[in-house]
C-alpha cells in the first residue's frame, strides 16, 4: 500500500468536525452561549472535508484492486444515509437558529437534536472515520 500523509489530513478534519459538533450540539442542548458559532465551523470544515476529498487534494487510502466506490456494502450504504442525514440535519438547525429568535426555541429542538440528529451523523461519520483508519493503517477496507 501505498502511505500518502495527505490522508492523515482527511482524517484530521473529520475529527475537528466531529469534535465541533459534539460541543456545539451539547452547548445547544444546554443553553450555553457560543452553539451557533461552533455549529456553523462544524458545518463548514464538514463541507470544506467533502469538497478537497472530492477533488483529490486530501485524497483517502488507496488500496490495490479497489478503485471503485463500495455501492454494494450495506455498511457504505448505511454510512452514506445516516452521515447525510445528519449533514442536511445540522444545516436545517443552523438555519433555523440564524433566523429564529433566541428566546423563542423549542424544547423539543434541543432534546431532537441531541439525542436523535447528533448520533445519526456520528454514526455516519464514524463508519468513514473508521473505514479511513483502517485502510491507512493495517491496509483494510471496512467497506467491501
Not at 37 to 43: C, K, M, N, P, Q
Not at 83 to 93: K, P
Request: aromatic share 14%; hydrophobic share 60%; with cysteine.
Amino acid at each position: 500500500m501505498d502511505f500518502n500523509p495527505a490522508c492523515l489530513s482527511n482524517i484530521f478534519l473529520a475529527l475537528l468536525a466531529l469534535v465541533l459538533y459534539a460541543i456545539g450540539s451539547y452547548r445547544f442542548y444546554r443553553n450555553r452561549r457560543g452553539f451557533t458559532l461552533i455549529l456553523g465551523l462544524a458545518i463548514g470544515i464538514d463541507i470544506l472535508t467533502a469538497v478537497l476529498a472530492s477533488l483529490r487534494v486530501t485524497p483517502t487510502a488507496q488500496l490495490e484492486g479497489m478503485e471503485r466506490i463500495p455501492w454494494g456494502s450495506p455498511l457504505f450504504m448505511v454510512h452514506i444515509v445516516l452521515a447525510t442525514a445528519g449533514f442536511v440535519g445540522f444545516i436545517l438547525l443552523f438555519l433555523y437558529l440564524l433566523f429564529r429568535n433566541r428566546n423563542k426555541y423549542s424544547s423539543w429542538i434541543r432534546v431532537m437534536q441531541f439525542k436523535v440528529l447528533l448520533p445519526v451523523w456520528l454514526i455516519g461519520e464514524g463508519l468513514a472515520l473508521a473505514n479511513a483508519a483502517m485502510k491507512l493503517f493495517f491496509g483494510l477496507r471496512l467497506f467491501v
